[in-house]
């Protein structure tokens, strides 16, 4: 994790404006065994195990979504989250995601990379079910 964090953004120095998302949001596109689906549900509390990787471009989050989806032969449901920060966070550090870092250094600079920590929590807000889940209509939960 120390090597991970010099690719990151220090906000120690104080708030950089490129930090915050526009809108306080980023996404990610990934696909999800059907039958795992009812797990998300509004107000539905949940750590995630590993690092958690977002991009403030929602078109690359459903460029990974396409992928993932045609990779698994289509077996599994296309999902976008939505992920929302305290707009708050935008301007005043009290507020600001502190399990959270805009990647500085990477190959994929045009990801506009958001990595969320292990163990990071989320509150599932709201989900959209799609009657047909495929890259052009996911299901999308919004956390």
Known sequence: ???????CVDRRMGIETDVFPP??????????????????????RYRVPGFLATSRLETKATEFMDRA???HRRQHCAVLWRVQMHPRGAGHPAYACKHVNLLRHSAFAEENEYLFAPH???TVRNVRLSPSPRTGEPHIIDI
Do not use: I, M, W, Y
């Not at 994790?1 to 690719?7: D, E, F, S």
């Not at 809108?23 to 539905?44: M, Q, Y």
């Open 120 to 122: 990071s929590v989320f």
């Open 23 to 44: 809108d306080g949001g980023c996404f990610r596109g990934a696909v999800l065994p059907t039958e795992h689906l009812s797990f998300f549900h509004r107000g539905k």
């Open 1 to 7: 994790v120390h090597n991970l964090n010099q690719l």
């Open 69 to 71: 989806f045609r990779s």
